[in-house]
């Protein structure tokens, strides 16, 4: 879009524009629909021990069902949740989610991890939200993992807040795609965090360029230096494996290991 004003077709890019926003509303409706039908669902992938190579806990990721197109990926709809605020009822939409498959594996005792919008994190009665959601179905919320993006809004102080807040109530807060984007390190310091995911973007070049390897190295390094555990995304061949295994890191996630797959299959994995 922004080519095409830059190339001064200013009608050009009106009408793509609206085109877009008219797209994004029929989206957007869709998926409040969607939402109340419950054709968004959960799928399962299993996060690995390094050095045991067991399954030691699982992280949710949304997709949606759609009646006519079929299985639609969250890329496709996250950011339009996150632009319309729609992002504060899909994470407790999730959570409500998350709590019902707990509820029926009482002997699934991992750790599982949620992705939450940090646009929901600004809202003062976020955290209380999605507490409640937890103890309605009595599940403890220290073996929930929080996982949140850095983005814009994360260094907010309200945000830095809300994370504390979700801290106290026991949750385990991770920086996902940590490495990605705006990052900046002293999100590290700034932020109650125990868990870091390191991007997929660090290991996708690791096996072709040494100073890829070190970089990746030198991350992991940091975040052992601060005691918080260090999770390692996107481990796809087993060339890649190899030397992320060289790394001390704690998990490992990834297709050289899983997929993310439907609830009952990642369980019965167990
Ligand atoms: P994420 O939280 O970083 O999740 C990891 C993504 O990387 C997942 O994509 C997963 O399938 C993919 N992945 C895992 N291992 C590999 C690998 O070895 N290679 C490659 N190429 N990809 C791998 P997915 O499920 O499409 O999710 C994309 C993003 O959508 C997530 O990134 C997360 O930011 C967002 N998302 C997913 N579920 C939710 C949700 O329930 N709520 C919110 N707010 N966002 C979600
Ligand atoms: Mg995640
Ligand atoms: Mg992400
Ligand atoms: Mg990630």
Partial sequence: ??????????????????????????????????????????????????????????????????????????TAFIPTVEKSGLNYDLDLYVAERICEILQSWPQMNLPVSINISANSLVHESFVHDLHQVFQQYRIATNRIQIEVTENALIHSDQSIVRLRELREHGFVIVLDDFGAGFSSLSYLLRLPLQVIKIDRAFVAEITSSNQAYELLKGIVQIVQGLQMETVVEGVETSEQLALVRALDVDQIQGFIYYKPSLVDEAFALL
Avoid: D, Y
């Fill in 1 to 74: 879009v922004a080519k095409e004003q830059k190339r001064g077709s200013g009608e050009v890019f009106r009408e793509q524009f609206e085109h877009e926003s008219r797209h994004r509303m029929t989206l957007l409706n869709n998926l409040r629909i969607a939402l109340e039908k419950k054709e968004l669902f959960l799928m399962m992938q299993p996060k690995v021990a390094l050095k045991s190579s067991m399954v030691c806990g699982f992280e949710a990721l949304i997709r949606w069902n759609h009646p006519v197109h079929g299985l639609i990926p969250p």
